[in-house]
């Protein structure tokens, strides 16, 4: 509502100005405008420096015009005025400063209507030296000086810094050219002081010199503080030690007095005047002691170094055996390395183990004896004497388990010349297990298995034929003897080689109805698998698992059918199929049968010659008759 309301009557009130309606008999025209500065852009500090801002103005009426100059400097509104003389307009700068430095600019309204000037830079250099002043050139420590600076003639935004040698003490922004600032100086002694300034001008700044060097003198106060230590030297752990912090020489009307004592961070004690601290001196406690007072921004403090003699050192629990087996004997022994023999008899020292409801009994003297306990377990041990008690580090003891009596086995086939396994595992055992196969009790190979999941596997390889060799493995993961296997005995197995098919009777003997024996033989390690087949068939004759190299096969009552070529293939376990040579077998005629035909042939031959003979006795009577010549042979 409220930005409409305002754009709303902004446009009316521009439509119904009066200069608007008579715009069009306007009675003047402003031609330009142009702004100067003199003497120049470029002036030194103190020079009187003009701005000149002249209005070229043509006008056809009488009365003079009321013109209103403004006058910017970096963009802000310095000065304004409103003037009904046609001359030109003056801003004067009287003793410019570098304050005035910036850009100016002039602007002229008649009647609404405006116009301004470009934009001129007047640059003024030359800043005043600054001055120091302090109201006390000797000071007591703790006290604050009061100390002013000035910039004479300066303007503007100035900031003042006071320095004591090239540390800044104090930093202050004002707007006028003069200020007084208090601080206190940190020790007692001369110090050099001296102040400088700054003045803002856009876009930077500008610094001056150095002001005049004072010198102040800090008056050091008689007040010290006094530390106190009781005793002082050949400390032992467990003596008592008084510690004093006061003060010497406090001034009359003190009333912000502090001391402290301390050591290292550790803040033991505090107090107005005083502050005391007793303590049993342990040997952590060797080091400083800090008596300090604090009297306003006085402050002083006094040490003392303290050298804490151990009575004993922190004890060691160590162990023995270093590897200990579950539930084998071992000792825990609790001993301080060094004593102070001075101060201390060895029968002093008192050992005992941590926590106390042990199964290791005190054997005196620091050792502890007992079994292991079968899992792992924790202990410290604390040394004691002259009501000072140490602890040594834990000690972590992690029981062995035996290694258990390994299994011994072949992993695959023991072939001959053919690389094969033997594996050798126990079931528990703490790692690492030294695994060490024997060959006919002599140790031939060690695997040690330091992982778990680990195998200890064997690599043999036999090289003669028909040799058999007795295994076993011991399985070791202490300093004790080992566990050992029980033995196998490993035969490698032969490739089969050598097939022998052997035919009984004789090739030329075998006829129908009588039996023929097939012998198949090979050479090589049984169990061995023979098959028999005769040609032209897929399925064996016969198959068998042979305990020995050899096997035989009769086919009983031959017959003609059963002719053809006979073979045998033969495998084992070291997986080869041989194949023996192929033997023809022809089975031959019955021997009846044959004398059967003989007997045809022969009574056929009679007949023939029967007939011949009469043939020839009728031809003598009949010589026409010729019978066929084939008629022989179909008998
Ligand atoms: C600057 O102006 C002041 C005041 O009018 C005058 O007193 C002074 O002498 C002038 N300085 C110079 C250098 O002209
Ligand atoms: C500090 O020790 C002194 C001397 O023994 C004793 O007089 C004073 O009371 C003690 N002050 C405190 C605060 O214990
Ligand atoms: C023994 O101490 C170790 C570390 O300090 C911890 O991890 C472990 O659990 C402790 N064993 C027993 C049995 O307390
Ligand atoms: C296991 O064998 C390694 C190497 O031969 C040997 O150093 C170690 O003492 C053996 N460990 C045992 C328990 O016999
Ligand atoms: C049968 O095997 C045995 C044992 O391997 C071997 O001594 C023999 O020579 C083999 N026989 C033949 C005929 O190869
Ligand atoms: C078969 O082999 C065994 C053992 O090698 C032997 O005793 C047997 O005489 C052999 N038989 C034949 C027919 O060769």
Not at 7 to 16: D, G, K, M, N
Not at 147 to 168: D, N, R
Not at 474 to 501: C, F, M, R, W, Y
Request: glycine share 6%; charged share 20%.
């Amino acid at each position: 509502m409220g930005p409409l309301l305002l754009l709303t009557s902004t446009l009316l009130s521009s439509y119904l100005h009066p200069w608007r309606v008579v715009d069009a008999q306007k009675s003047f025209t402003i031609r330009g405008i142009t702004l100067s500065v003199e003497p120049s852009t470029d002036v030194t500090r103190d020079t009187n420096v003009t701005i000149r801002c002249q209005a070229i103005v043509s006008s056809s009426g009488h009365q003079p015009l009321s013109r209103e100059y403004t006058i910017y400097k970096d963009g802000i509104v310095v000065y304004t005025k409103t003037s009904s003389s046609s001359e030109d307009f003056l801003y004067q700068l009287y003793n410019a400063r570098v304050s005035n430095t910036g850009k100016y600019m002039c602007k002229v309204t008649i009647e609404g209507e405006q116009r301004q000037s470009e934009t001129k830079k007047l640059t003024v250099t030359g800043l005043s030296p600054p001055h120091l002043h302090i109201n006390n050139g000797v000071i007591s420590e703790g006290e604050e000086l009061t100390a002013s600076c000035t910039a004479p003639g300066e303007t503007g935004s100035i900031i003042f810094y006071f320095y004591e040698g090239s540390k800044e003490k104090r930093e202050e922004r004002v707007n006028t050219n003069h200020v007084e600032v208090s601080f206190p100086l940190s020790s007692s002694g001369i110090h050099k002081l001296y102040c400088v300034y700054t003045i803002l001008i856009t876009p930077d700044s500008i610094w001056s010199e150095k002001s005049n060097s004072v010198t102040v003198t800090v008056r050091e106060l008689p007040i010290t503080p006094v530390l106190e230590i009781f005793p002082l030297q050949d400390i032992y752990e467990g003596d008592r030690l008084d510690i004093f912090c006061t003060v010497k020489n406090v001034p009359r009307n003190t009333n912000n007095l502090d001391v402290y004592l301390s050591q290292g961070d550790q803040l033991l004690s505090s107090g107005i005047t005083e502050a005391n601290h007793s303590m049993t001196a342990l040997a952590k406690d060797s080091g400083e002691f800090e008596c300090r007072l604090q009297m306003g921004h006085v402050v002083k403090p006094v040490s003392k170094k303290v050298s804490v003699t151990e009575l004993f050192s922190v004890p060691t629990l160590t162990m023995s055996p270093a590897e200990v087996f579950q539930k084998e004997p071992m000792t825990l022994t609790c001993r301080s390395e060094s004593f102070a023999s001075e101060r201390l008899r060895r029968e002093e020292l008192t050992y005992s183990l941590d926590p106390p409801e042990s199964f290791l009994i005190p054997r005196g003297n620091g050792e502890f004896s007992g079994k292991a306990l079968p899992y792992e377990f924790n202990y410290t041990c604390t040394a004691q004497a002259k009501g000072i008690v140490k602890h040594s580090k834990t000690l972590t003891v992690h029981p062995r388990v035996s290694v258990s009596t390994p299994r011994i086995s072949v992993v695959g086939k023991a072939v001959l010349g053919r690389p094969f396994q033997i594996r050798c595992e126990s079931d528990f055992g703490s790692l690492p297990i030294n695994y060490t196969l024997l060959e006919n009790y002599d140790p031939l190979h060690t695997v040690i298995v330091k992982q778990p999941g680990q195998q200890a596997l064997f690599i043999v390889t036999f090289r003669h034929p028909g040799k058999t060799s007795k295994y076993m493995c011991e399985a070791k993961n202490s300093h004790k003897d080992g566990k050992l296997s029980e033995t196998v005995d490993i035969t490698a197995i032969e490739p089969l080689s050598q097939p022998l098919l052997t035919i009984i009777p004789t090739l030329s003997e075998i006829a129908e109805g009588t039996n023929l024996l097939l012998i198949c033989s090979v050479k090589g390690t049984p169990p061995v698998t023979f098959k028999i087949y005769r040609d032209g068939r897929d399925q064996p004759l016969f198959t068998t698992n042979s305990y020995d190299n050899n096997t035989s096969f009769e086919i009983r009552d031959l017959s003609k059918e059963d002719s053809g070529k006979y073979y045998f293939e033969a495998f084992n376990p070291a997986n080869n199929v041989i194949s023996s040579e192929h033997i023809h077998v022809e089975v031959q005629l019955a021997m009846w049968k044959k004398v059967v035909i003989g007997g045809f042939c022969l009574l056929a031959v009679s007949v023939l010659v029967v007939v011949l003979a009469l043939f020839f006795k009728s031809k003598r009577g009949r010589e026409t008759y010729s019978p066929p010549a084939t008629q022989a042979s179909h008998v």
